[in-house]
């Protein structure tokens, strides 16, 4: 019988990657999640260790480096490295062992000053990404495995439902409130083409961002778009699902991702039609035309343009791009099969540092 592992994870609270990700590993395991932010998921037999914010993040790397210590870890995991970076560098400098670091897009892209500092000692490390882009910007100075964040493709799956919109076609904007997702050009759009649109309706939800929700409510009371337009913050796992296999239309118009987004992953999981922004690995996922659609990055004039010509597809032809859409999650983005990849890179790590 194998060793369970003693394995740290370093992430934020809120995320469903995250999550997902500490799932897989928490039945076989002795897994620790110390987090940053807010908690919004919440599992049975693993230890929670929450990490001071504000001023006080100055003593987190002494937590998590005492609870190293005292624990001893064969594994640590830190996720979101703009978020932990200081931390876990911290851990590395004084422990003396590899960490493995799960850079976002978000944070990749956009570091804010000491994190772009910080990046200059992502050196030598053992990175795991599900973006492209970033395994040929790290692989040359660190051991890279591209690792996707994967689906639950025996739950995210087309099925027959009652509609909950019988008289309008469903718009499902999944992507968060936070402005890096752009959910304000979508309500551009809708204001733009308000008397073409009087057959849909528009479904948003996500991660709320207080100061970006409170804009985008205002946004729509301003230009009497409610009737069209519903605003929800995070939703349980059945509404969500619904909306996805209901969705005429499933869109991200965010500025920014790295490796496919997990809402978008999805949404063609469920054979849904999806729109995307064509920057950074979306065009390694969704081809354009033939298992979804792309659009320029935050230009209303395009996604217009992508918009109605999807509207004016043949029955057949949606059908052809919904079957492609799941079938390139089915051979490339399985959780299981992704999760077992990891299974194999923690042992070997394990056997490395005994």
């Not at 309008?168 to 309500?187: A, D, E, H, T, W």
Request: proline share 3%; with cysteine.
């Amino acid at each position: 019988m194998k060793k369970k592992l003693k394995i740290f994870f370093l992430a934020p609270g809120n995320s469903v990657h995250s999550f997902r990700w500490i799932k897989k590993f928490s039945s076989n395991n002795k897994v620790y999640w110390h987090y940053t932010g807010k908690l919004n998921y919440k599992l049975n037999g693993i230890n929670l260790q929450k990490l001071p914010d504000g001023l006080l993040l100055l003593v987190s790397p002494f937590i998590f480096l005492l609870n190293i210590i005292l624990v001893k870890p064969d594994i640590i995991h830190v996720h979101s490295i703009s978020k932990n970076l200081f931390i876990s560098l911290f851990a590395v400098f004084f422990y003396k062992k590899k960490v493995i670091l799960n850079p976002w897009g978000s944070d990749f892209f956009f570091p804010n000053l000491l994190v772009k500092f910080l990046q200059l000692f992502i050196n030598k490390n053992i990175i795991f990404t599900d973006s492209f882009i970033i395994k040929n910007k790290l692989e040359k100075k660190n051991k890279v495995y591209k690792i996707n964040f994967g689906v639950n493709l025996s739950y995210f799956k087309q099925k027959k439902i009652k509609k909950l919109y019988k008289t309008k076609n469903l718009i499902f904007c999944p992507r968060g409130y936070n402005p890096i997702y752009n959910q304000m050009l979508i309500l551009k759009f809708i204001k733009i083409n308000k008397k073409k649109l009087k057959n849909f309706i528009f479904i948003f939800s996500g991660m709320i961002d207080d100061l970006e929700f409170n804009n985008i409510k205002v946004y729509t009371n301003k230009y009497k778009l409610t009737n069209m337009v519903e605003l929800y913050g995070s939703l349980n796992k059945d509404l969500y699902t619904r909306y996805l296999r209901e969705a005429f239309l499933v869109i991200s118009a965010s500025k920014s991702d790295a490796g496919l987004s997990s809402s978008i992953a999805e949404a063609m999981s469920c054979e849904s039609i999806v729109m995307c922004t064509n920057n950074r690995d979306n065009p390694y996922w969704i081809k354009h035309g033939s298992n979804g659609f792309l659009f320029k990055n935050n230009s209303i004039k395009d996604f217009s343009k992508q918009f109605f010509k999807i509207c004016n597809l043949s029955k057949m032809k949606k059908n052809l791009i919904k079957k492609s859409a799941r079938k390139i999650q089915l051979e490339n983005n399985d959780l299981n099969i992704e999760m077992e990849k990891v299974k194999k890179i923690y042992r070997s790590i394990y056997m490395r540092n005994i």
